[in-house]
């Protein structure tokens, strides 16, 4: 037997003012992707919600905790955790033929279900990280050959281009094309026959 996690019955919290329901609720609430961070499919989703019967519908306060994965924006190595996420939203009830709420930011109120799904869909979608990072001050990877910098410079010349290495280059390459002093055979390089 399935059953939806994420319908709370709302009849006999919406018979007055004021009145209060505490749930918590898990279960999978469908893949969730930004950039290369997502929620995976198959894993579980927890909101613990707070509904309270308010002139003008449902007020909805929940934290969310939702398992994610991504990918380091420096080094690509993977990253993740878990993501909390709070939130405070209303659910209206909508009239017989009343269009989608497009300008107002509340939820639809039909029934006597309150659908909280698509309320902990924003939610994640609004706080998955969009280019995360495995650690702060995460080296990356270099430019030229890929290796993870993390792991120790790489030998690569430094990058061309970077003002901050022009004097470097300057050093190292003082006369291009012009032979260097004492580049012949060093002094005394051929004994000769000595007896
Ligand atoms: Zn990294
Ligand atoms: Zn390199």
Do not use: F, H, K
């Amino acid at each position: 037997m399935t059953t939806n996690p994420w319908l709370v019955p709302v009849t006999t919290l919406r018979r007055s003012l004021g009145n209060r329901r505490q749930e918590t609720r898990s279960g999978r609430i469908g893949e969730l992707r930004v950039a290369d961070s997502r929620v995976p499919e198959d894993r579980e989703v927890q909101a613990e919600v707070t509904l309270c019967s308010v002139d003008g519908g449902i007020e909805v306060a929940a934290g969310i905790d939702a398992p994610w994965v991504g990918e380091c924006r420096r080094c690509l190595r993977p990253v993740g955790g878990v993501l909390r996420c709070e939130v405070r939203e209303l659910y209206r009830p909508r009239g017989p033929g009343e269009p989608p709420d497009q300008d107002e930011e509340t939820y639809p109120l039909s029934g006597e279900m309150l659908d909280l799904r698509p309320l902990v869909r924003d939610a994640i979608l609004l706080e998955l990280p969009i280019a995360p990072l495995c650690r702060e001050g995460c080296a990356g990877l270099c430019p030229t050959c890929g290796a993870d910098l993390n792991d120790g410079p790489c030998t690569c010349p430094p990058a061309g281009g970077d003002p901050r290495w022009a004097g470097l280059d300057v050093l190292r390459d003082p006369s291009p094309g012009v032979p260097e002093e004492g580049a012949g055979p060093p002094a005394g390089a051929d004994p000769g026959p000595t007896a």
